[in-house]
């Protein structure tokens, strides 16, 4: 093999290396405004978990005939409906849709409505509408 033919091998062989070296440095796409919403519901179901911790913990037992009752508002752990309706870079709305639960604890005293096991009186279904700027969520 000729030294010209060395170096124009040579020359190829540094291309495609550079070639293949810009393509691993290039970002990769961001994630649609549908996928970055699936993560935005998990966040908020997480967030709603944390509020039904809340209202638990802040029940106020009342005496209601001969029992102790309390109430407080949890959320059931999967939403309904998760839903998209934005694509990226523009701007859009989702909707997430889960079941509130309306609960309630019972017994002869405080102390026995607080180690009762909740009793779910009342489902409601809710709906919340988010908007998408085009970039991220908001609410």
């Known amino acids: 093999m000729s030294d ?4 124009t091998l040579f020359r190829v062989a540094l291309i495609g290396t550079l070639a ?4 691993a440095l290039t970002p990769a796409p961001k994630a649609s405004a549908a996928q970055s919403f699936d993560s935005f ?6 967030k709603l978990a944390q509020r039904e911790q809340q209202n638990a913990a802040k029940v106020e037992y009342k005496s209601q005939g001969s029992q102790v009752v309390g109430t407080y508002t949890g959320y059931e752990k999967t939403p309904l409906r998760c839903q998209s309706r934005a694509k990226p870079g523009a701007p859009g709305v989702g909707t997430l849709v889960y079941n509130e ?3 309630r604890k019972a017994g002869s005293s405080v102390e026995g409505a607080k180690q009762s096991s909740p009793e779910v009186v009342e489902k409601v279904e ?3 509408i988010f908007r998408f700027d085009g970039a991220a969520w908001k609410y």
Do not use: F, K, N, Y
């Open 4 to 7: 010209r033919s060395r170096a």
């Open 41 to 46: 519901c998990q966040e908020w179901m997480g």
């Open 20 to 23: 293949l070296g810009t393509l």
């Open 126 to 128: 809710v709906m919340e």
């Open 101 to 103: 639960l309306h609960m």
